[in-house]
């Protein structure tokens, strides 16, 4: 696979979300002064999605709080900001792409930040337009006029998003069933420890939590009947939200030749397997990595590193990965890889609520998950890029302040 120049005169970017807008960003300010073009089919400024499940259902902010930009960066940037503009196929051999309306846009570099779309419930019924997706503001404006006090709200998927609808859904006033054929879910992301302690707290807060999985889903005068297997029950609902993660939209991808696998792989740089595209967010998969970081920070890194690839730059070890989740009240981080770790070390007590589990590789960090403990996973953070060396006493010790040890 060869590189490609660094002087590109015309660079389109596919995609409205926060990868998107992170790609023109880290253009602009590595010194890229060439057309760049942003196409979004959606109408209306690129907003953050992280609030959709939280802030938003709440009714604490609305649009033009959550945008990624004020309208006038675009034109500070030069930024050709085309909106409602869908791409229908990009043609890197021609140099360019082919737009919805027939016409074909000239680019010599495609970044494509096409992200996902939710999946729907894969049972008899899980399609029916009264099953709730969260991905778009609109999706999240619809959800927020359901969740009524008293309203019977069933989640389907008690992953992050799942999570944080029902903890959303519950202090609104809801009546909120959690449903997931997994008994604790995020063990595989966080480890036994937090997810245990973060799954005992919807019970806590009053949420129905359910292991089974879903049948089917049959619209009822009055509401949805949602039929569960190897549970021998039938819930009735007001409102269903279906929360088992997104498809990547690789469709361009395909149809462009480029090779796909769960997303679009993608090398350093962002590279993909032609050398004028390159693919940022939750589309796109590292060669080499099993899965795809559906994160926030990983997306804006993402078009950092894109905008170097795009360039010729150097691109830099992007550092241990990082999330975070809220709900109930309180904030889940990790940092790190814990699938990574040959043993675990506690801080705090898990009865407290509010600890640290450290997940160590011989005398290294790799990672470290922490509920409502910031600067645990801030120092953690820098001890595993530093690749420091760490005792297991020292990290359980809270006498210790986790900050001297990265004066080693």
């Not at 940022?280 to 590193?305: F, Y």
């Not at 889940?332 to 589990?357: H, K, N, Q």
């Amino acid at each position: 696979m060869s590189s490609p120049p660094s002087s590109p005169r015309r660079v389109a970017v596919v995609g409205a979300g926060l990868a998107a807008v992170s790609t023109c960003d880290a253009l602009r300010a590595q010194g890229y002064d060439g057309e760049l073009v942003l196409y979004s089919a959606e109408r209306g400024l690129p907003y953050d999605r992280p609030p959709l499940s939280k802030d938003v259902l709440l009714g604490k902010a609305r649009r033009p709080d959550i945008l990624l930009r004020p309208e006038e960066w675009y034109g500070e940037q030069c930024i050709d900001w085309r909106e409602g503009t869908e791409v229908r196929a990009i043609r890197p051999n021609e140099g360019g792409l082919e737009l919805a309306d027939g016409s074909f846009a000239v680019a010599d570099r495609i970044v494509l930040a096409t992200g996902g779309a939710p999946r729907p419930l894969p049972v008899p019924g899980g399609d029916d337009p009264a099953i709730h997706l969260l991905r778009t503001w609109e999706e999240a404006e619809r959800l927020r006029e359901r969740l009524l006090p008293g309203a019977r709200v069933t989640v389907v998927g008690a992953g992050l998003i799942g999570a944080e609808t029902a903890a959303v859904a519950v202090a609104l006033g809801c009546q909120v069933t959690l449903v997931d054929p997994v008994p604790v879910p995020l063990t595989a992301a966080v480890g036994d420890e937090i997810a245990g302690a973060l799954h005992r707290r919807h019970v806590a807060e009053g949420i129905n939590v359910i292991t089974a999985e879903v049948e089917s889903v049959e619209r009822r005068l009055g509401g949805l009947l949602v039929r569960l297997a190897g549970y021998g029950g039938i819930l009735h609902a007001d409102t269903v939200v279906a929360g088992i993660g997104i498809r990547p939209a690789t469709e361009l991808a395909e149809a462009a030749g480029l090779r796909v696998d769960n997303g679009i792989v993608v090398h350093p740089g962002q590279r993909t397997s032609h050398s004028n595209v390159f693919a940022v967010g939750d589309v796109a998969r590292p060669d080499g990595h099993r899965a795809r970081h559906e994160h926030w920070e990983a997306a804006q890194r993402d078009g950092e590193a894109a905008a170097r690839g795009i360039l010729g730059h150097p691109v830099p070890d992007p550092g241990a990965p990082w999330f975070w989740s809220d709900r109930h009240g309180s904030r889940l981080e990790a940092v790190g890889t814990m699938a990574g770790a040959e043993r675990i070390v506690l801080r705090g007590a898990p009865d407290s609520g509010a600890f640290t589990v450290f997940g160590l590789r011989g005398d290294r960090l790799v990672a470290a998950v922490a509920i409502d403990r910031a600067r645990d996973i801030k120092a953690a953070r820098r001890i595993i890029d530093r690749g420091i060396a760490v005792a297991p006493s020292e990290l359980a010790d809270e006498s210790i302040d986790l900050r001297t040890l990265l004066k080693r």
